[in-house]
């Protein structure tokens, strides 16, 4: 079964330094979305991406968060001064057309900022 | 309001049903869903509905949808060792054309 994969799986940086997270969604999915997880909160919306361009952010995607389509198979999120609170496990998903299918996840990375 | 409401722990002895609960606050909200978080892993989707059903049932999971009362649940019969995980219960709204909104998650433990 097709798969969202993830990498790095763990990333420590310090703080203030850039990160980029990358993520390979499904082959013919066409929405893109990052979520993320401090330990033992919730799972937060950060931001979706559809035909080039977010369609979607939340609060916490202020300007220190961008997304990118560099290619036909990669999708990133890059953090351009990491804070400590920052520090997170951080899912990308993907979906296909259709409104009823399903966001599918990726295992996720751990960013650690220090 | 943004949140969808889940009870942060069930213990269940192993062979009983485990029923995670889910209230959510929006009416328009048009698919729930269930994940599953294994420790150290990413989000499995176990199932979902749509909110114009009442019941769904894959395998050993059963849906129930209480759309009056904004009331989601997941039945798991037969419980094993396996399905000690996080359950999130996730909303899809149709305001939004995208995202979709988690529950805190319910840590299912099992005792033998």
């Known amino acids: 079964e097709p798969e969202v994969t993830q990498t790095p799986s763990h990333q420590v940086t310090q703080m203030g330094q850039e990160v980029i997270l990358r993520c390979v969604p499904i082959?013919?999915?066409?929405?893109f979305y990052w979520y993320r997880q401090i330990l033992g909160q919730k799972v937060e919306f950060l931001v979706s991406?559809?035909?080039?361009?977010?369609?979607?952010k939340s609060e916490i995607f202020d300007d220190q968060f961008s997304v990118e389509r560099p290619d036909g198979s990669n999708f990133t999120l890059k953090i351009r001064s990491t804070k400590l609170e920052d520090s997170a496990m951080y899912f990308c998903?993907?979906?296909?057309?259709?409104?009823?299918?399903?966001?599918?996840f990726g295992n996720g990375t751990r960013l650690t900022v220090t | 309001g943004e949140d969808v409401e889940q009870s942060l722990f069930l213990s269940v002895r192993e062979g009983d049903s485990s029923v995670i609960n889910c209230t959510y606050t929006?009416?328009?909200?048009?698919?729930l869903y269930w994940y599953k978080q294994e420790p150290g892993a990413g989000l499995q989707l176990l199932t979902y509905?749509?909110?114009?059903?009442d019941m769904k049932q894959d395998q050993r999971l059963t849906v129930l949808l209480n759309k009056k009362d904004k009331h989601l649940s997941l039945r798991i019969a037969d419980t094993q060792t396996g399905d000690s995980a996080i359950y999130f219960c996730?909303?899809?709204?149709?305001?939004?054309?995208?995202?979709?909104?988690f529950g805190s998650g319910t840590r299912l433990s099992i005792r033998p």
């Open positions: 082959s013919n999915h066409l929405y």
């Open positions: 996730a909303e899809k709204r149709d305001s939004s054309a995208s995202k979709i909104i």
């Open positions: 929006d009416s328009s909200s048009t698919y």
């Open positions: 998903a993907s979906r296909g057309t259709g409104n009823n299918s399903p966001l599918h």
């Open positions: 991406f559809y035909n080039n361009e977010i369609s979607e």
């Open positions: 509905i749509f909110s114009n059903m």
